[in-house]
């Protein structure tokens, strides 16, 4: 089943690299072609995103080996390690990119064909959209934060593009108005406000790879979810939790539980009905979940 899923996700990641690749050529095509920044902005982007992606098809495999005492957390946190560097990469070139479009409008901007760049942008979202949707049925027999990153990325350029050939082709309508002045600057203009809303994205990335890679523990949601989840299977025994030790590294989450009752006495066979019933209601959630169910030594001694 691992193996399964493990080819399907690397197909996955396949048709998202050859798309990456294919927009950020076109990009580049159409950059030279109108020398418009907002669409180099796109193709430097996307192909900085398809480079990276092209690295991570490499890594699944190590996704799905195993953990040992070697290794207790197997490779999960290689992943997080990757989309920390992606975050990084992404938020040095968005910003690298403000700053030469600020550099631009100071030096008096760049006449572009607005027009022509806007039925582009457009044709993009299009093509974007068929393949965000695209992606968004395949990925449901999988559950990986490398496709749900590109799924994120999908559709910031679905609606990133609709509003640059918005502007576009809104901007084309100023030559003949008393703001035609600003004509030499739309492109500059646009290329930083794409920028500006992109640049949280990286952050985001980043900040969630980095509490990954220490092993902090996940999301306040997350923790709840899976508390209520245990106190419910444990109330059915007579135990009580007395301690939760949840960590996610990468796609994987580790849940140890540290629980009590009244009598210090522990049936293994009920503590073992739990895990199975607990690790099963989570597996349905959770792509990848391992759960231990410990007594608490001290609880007990005290």
């Known amino acids: 089943m691992n193996k399964e899923k493990m080819n399907y996700e690397q197909r996955l990641l396949h048709v998202t690299v050859a798309a990456g690749i294919l927009f950020s050529v076109i990009e580049v095509m159409m950059a030279i072609y109108t020398n418009s920044q ?19 098809v490499f890594l699944v495999p190590l996704l799905y080996r195993p953990y040992s005492e070697r290794k207790p957390y197997g490779y999960s946190q290689l992943e997080s390690f990757f989309l920390l560097m992606k975050g990084g990469f992404l938020a040095a070139v968005t910003i ?34 068929v393949i965000l949707i695209a992606l968004l049925v395949m990925n449901r027999r999988v559950d990986s934060p490398l496709i749900k990153a590109e799924l994120l990325g999908w559709k910031i350029d679905v609606c990133s593009s609709i509003g640059v050939a918005a502007a576009f082709l809104c901007a084309g309508l100023l030559a003949d108005t008393s703001l035609a002045w600003l004509s030499p600057y739309v492109d500059q203009i646009i290329a930083i406000v794409i920028a500006m809303i992109m640049l949280p994205q990286p952050w985001r990335m980043m900040k969630d790879a980095f509490r990954s890679l220490i092993l902090f523990a996940p999301e306040e949601d997350v923790t709840q979810r899976i508390r209520r989840l245990a106190d419910h299977e444990f109330e059915r025994y007579s135990y009580e939790p007395t301690f939760y030790n949840i960590i996610q590294t990468g796609r994987k989450l580790w849940v140890e539980i540290y629980i009590r009752n009244d009598t210090n006495m522990i049936n293994v066979t009920q503590l073992a009905a739990i895990q199975k019933q607990l690790s099963s209601s989570l597996q349905d959630i959770y792509d990848d979940v391992y759960v231990e169910i410990t007594p608490d030594i001290k609880e007990a001694a005290g």
């Open 96 to 129: 690298g990119l403000i700053v030469g479009n600020v550099q631009m409008i100071v030096n008096g901007g760049n006449h572009v064909d607005q027009g022509m760049i806007g039925w582009f942008e457009l044709f993009l979202a299009v093509l974007s959209a």
């Open 38 to 56: 907002a669409v180099l902005m796109d193709s430097i982007y996307d192909g900085a995103e398809a480079v990276v992606l092209a690295l991570m």
